[in-house]
């Protein structure tokens, strides 16, 4: 966008007296390391072998799930100590 669209956005909640609140989704399906382990307990049944929860057997990357938290972690650090919303808000 060539902007700070975030920094935007609670710039003008803030100077409006309002609290600003952030969304961040977790699941990155279109990061190429997500995804990259298979969870030991998968929340339901016909998620086992999706493509977008799991990789196939034998294809784990353990690696690539450490990239990708730290991705995410830092994402969430980000937005933590920029902005200090009054509200993060997780799905899933």
Known sequence: ???DL???YVSAMRARGLRAGLYYSHSDWNHPDYAS???PRPPHPE??????VSPAPGAEDPLAWERYLDYRDGQVCELLTRFGP??????G
Do not use: K, M, N, Q
């Open 1 to 3: 966008a060539g902007r």
């Open 6 to 8: 975030v920094a935007e």
């Open 37 to 39: 382990v298979r969870h």
């Open 47 to 52: 998620l086992v072998d999706s493509p977008y």
């Open 86 to 91: 009054d509200l993060l808000w997780f799905d």
